[in-house]
């Protein structure tokens, strides 16, 4: 399905672009949740640490997302994101992200 013009430009208006160099963490586990991300450009790296061992669970690329998990459940972050070469990320503030979705967030809550 496809956002209504409308739709497309409440998103844009709430959303600011962040840069980060190579290495950078954008997200700690564990911490609070405060922004989503969609990746603009560049790689990340998503990393979950149990116990000891530390593994990467999802590698996103431009068009990928993160950082919704916490915002919907209220949780805290469960995994870490780290930037792979230069990133340019557009983040949407966790006030935008639930008037946007506040219609929605009942079922995303289900599937989470």
Known sequence: SSLERYERMT???????????????????????????????????????KDDDV??????????????LALVTKKERAASAYAVGDVT??????????RLLGPCMDIMKRNF
């Open 11 to 49: 998103l844009a208006d709430g959303l600011y672009s962040e840069k980060f160099s190579d290495g950078a963490t954008i997200i700690t586990q564990g911490e609070e949740a405060d922004k989503f991300y969609l990746v603009e450009r560049g790689e990340l790296s998503i990393k979950m640490q």
């Open 55 to 68: 593994k990467e669970v999802a590698h996103l690329q431009k068009g990928g997302y993160f950082g919704e």
């Open 89 to 98: 990320l557009a983040c949407l503030d966790v006030g935008a992200f639930e």
